[in-house]
């Protein structure tokens, strides 16, 4: 079975630190990765998403990057973290090719910059 | 592009009340459409899905969807809810062919016991 990891689970940074927010699914190859921030009363905002190795497609133009070292890895990074980088961010994977399969999510990783 | 919109941000019910969340999307062309919920301390997981033919779609822990194209929504019921099914609910849509979702607000939904 499939499955999906997000690390740290909690993370507080100072601002104008560095981040890195790491993905890993298992079990499956070739996944559509995604990162996607959850804001309370403002739902899941898509970030970055990738469809393979190296490949980056990013929704929101912002502070973080994202990148896909490996299959099955996706990283979200900042060189700098800003106050407003603060929240709850969430990692999903679905298989390739038809649009109807289902996004699994991760169990997110809530930043808080100070 | 295209938009989801969810009416009611939070949601306050009694045990057995029924629950209708309204979902309404903003593109014209054929779509996919997702519920998903989030329970306290929990992953983000699917309810149900509607893809094609019957509009009336079942999920588990007795969620239903129905899919109403004329109106471009696709609002979540149940007709009995439980106080576990106090969480977050999230519609979503995306577009046949995109890899991408796009997600509403979601609603907060505390079921008092």
């Known amino acids: 079975s499939q499955t999906i990891h997000q690390w740290p689970a909690t993370l507080v940074q100072p601002v104008g630190s560095p981040l890195s927010l790491e993905c890993t699914v298992e079990?499956?190859?070739?996944?559509?990765l995604y990162w996607y921030r959850q804001a309370a009363g403002r739902g899941l905002q898509l970030l970055f998403y990738?469809?393979?190795?190296?490949?980056i497609s990013s929704e929101v133009p912002q502070n973080l990057s994202a990148s896909r070292p490996q299959d099955r890895q996706f990283i979200l990074s900042s060189k700098k973290l800003l106050l407003s980088d603060s929240g709850f961010y969430l990692c999903?994977?679905?298989?390739?090719?038809?649009?109807?399969?289902?996004?699994?999510f991760g169990p997110g990783t809530r930043l808080l910059v100070l | 592009a295209q938009s989801v919109s969810q009416h009611n941000h939070h949601v306050i019910l009694s045990e057995a009340a029924s629950l209708e969340l309204g979902c309404n999307y903003s593109?014209?062309?054929?779509?996919?459409l997702f519920w998903y919920v989030q329970y306290p301390g929990q992953h983000l997981q699917l309810l149900l899905k509607?893809?094609?033919?019957?509009?009336l779609v079942k999920g588990i822990k007795g969620f239903e969807a129905e899919f109403i194209k004329s109106k471009f929504s696709f609002n979540l019921r149940k007709p009995s809810v439980q106080w576990s099914d106090t969480a977050e609910y999230f519609c979503?849509?995306?577009?046949?062919?995109?890899?991408?979702?796009?997600f509403g607000k979601g609603t907060m939904l505390l079921v008092s016991p």
């Open positions: 999903a994977w679905r298989r390739t090719g038809n649009s109807r399969e289902t996004q699994y």
């Open positions: 079990g499956t190859s070739n996944p559509n």
């Open positions: 990738s469809v393979g190795i190296g490949q």
């Open positions: 593109y014209g062309g054929t779509v996919n």
């Open positions: 509607y893809f094609s033919g019957d509009p």
């Open positions: 979503a849509v995306n577009r046949p062919g995109y890899s991408t979702l796009t």
